[in-house]
């Protein structure tokens, strides 16, 4: 099912709160993030006196039955410090189910859709991001774009995989291609590469030329690394180059952030253990260019227009 979450905090580091909280739903079993919005700071609504909001929206895939993925995302409130003592009132986390697919629930403890979506700017406009709705979203309350949504540093995905996606075996590349290599160093020089600790290891050095980070939990003398996908924004430029270069697991974790995927996709089936996830199955992609070589082709996915058309915008 493709839910969309609202996500609103203003307590405390508002920002990292709402890039922990899209961490720990990624984290969920049954549960894939396929996109978040930009980051906007919102009049606080239905209580004055508050400090602004910074609001977003996600949208997920889940195999979770609704009620199920409501107590997940209430967890996720309180392992945040979420307490519940004011309808409307000041919050660190606040994670609402705003509609799954095109049902209608009605119960005591879940309404979808929300009810209250569509009088909400801060839901509307956030919500744009990621689906129609036309020029004019409805809904009250002063709504400004802010930066710190992870959208904001331009992920680029770089992978080599065969027809069935596959990415690996054994914790090793299924391919090396020597024109490949030469793309990929050409693209990431100057830059960021993001990879998992498996990834680091089976190339056995810092990427020279470009700045190394590596997403694992544990150090790793001389190298650069986080242990939560928040964590990595917060160590991340928006003004730098930044590529996800794998392994599988990163790319789970990272590819609801990502805006532009080059693949290099190589003819044939291979016995991967490991896989990439199909991106001309996914609705949030697009194919915009192919690039055929003998045995091989380079491919660029791009996220939908609006998203990429936005990047840089932040006043």
């Known amino acids: 099912m493709r839910c969309m979450i609202g996500l609103g905090s203003n307590m405390g580091a508002r920002r990292r709160n709402l890039r922990e909280a899209l961490d720990m739903m990624t984290a969920l079993e049954g549960v894939e993030l396929v996109g978040v919005s930009f980051f906007y700071e919102t009049e606080p609504w239905g209580v004055e006196g508050q400090r602004a909001y910074i609001n977003a929206v996600a949208a997920i895939e889940t195999e979770l039955e609704p009620l199920e993925l409501l107590d997940r995302l209430q967890e996720i409130e309180t392992a945040l410090g979420r307490v519940r003592v004011e309808r409307w009132g000041s919050r660190t986390i606040d994670l609402d189910i705003l509609t799954i697919d095109d049902l209608i629930i009605d119960s005591e403890r879940l309404k979808v859709p929300h009810p209250l979506m569509k009088e909400r700017a801060f839901v509307q406009i956030p919500l744009r991001d990621l689906i129609e709705l036309g020029d004019n979203p409805r809904?009250?309350?002063?709504?400004?774009?802010?930066?710190?949504?992870?959208?904001?540093?331009?992920?680029?995905?770089?992978?080599?995989?065969?027809?069935?996606?596959?990415?690996?075996?054994?914790?090793?590349?299924?391919?090396?291609?020597?024109?490949?290599?030469?793309?990929?160093?050409?693209?990431?020089?100057?830059?960021?590469?993001?990879?998992?600790?498996?990834?680091?290891?089976?190339?056995?050095?810092?990427?020279?030329?470009?700045?190394?980070?590596?997403?694992?939990?544990?150090?790793?003398?001389?190298?650069?690394?986080?242990?939560?996908?928040?964590?990595?924004?917060?160590?991340?430029?928006?003004?730098?180059?930044?590529?996800?270069?794998?392994?599988?697991?990163?790319?789970?974790?990272?590819?609801?952030?990502?805006?532009?995927?080059?693949?290099?996709?190589?003819?044939?089936?291979?016995?991967?253990?490991v896989w990439m996830v199909d991106l001309d199955g996914r609705r949030e992609f697009e194919l915009i260019e192919r690039s055929p070589r003998g045995g091989f082709e380079f491919r660029r996915y791009r996220r939908h227009a609006d998203i990429q058309e936005r990047l840089g915008e932040i006043p």
């Open 139 to 273: 809904g009250s309350g002063e709504v400004v774009r802010t930066h710190g949504s992870p959208m904001d540093y331009g992920l680029k995905l770089m992978a080599c995989v065969d027809r069935g996606w596959g990415l690996g075996r054994e914790g090793r590349l299924l391919y090396r291609i020597e024109e490949d290599m030469r793309r990929f160093r050409s693209m990431t020089l100057g830059g960021t590469v993001i990879m998992g600790r498996r990834t680091y290891e089976s190339i056995g050095r810092p990427l020279d030329g470009r700045r190394n980070i590596v997403l694992t939990h544990g150090s790793i003398e001389g190298v650069e690394t986080v242990s939560s996908v928040a964590e990595l924004f917060e160590r991340l430029s928006m003004e730098e180059k930044n590529f996800v270069i794998g392994g599988g697991q990163v790319y789970r974790r990272l590819m609801g952030y990502v805006v532009e995927a080059n693949v290099t996709m190589v003819d044939g089936i291979t016995d991967a253990d």
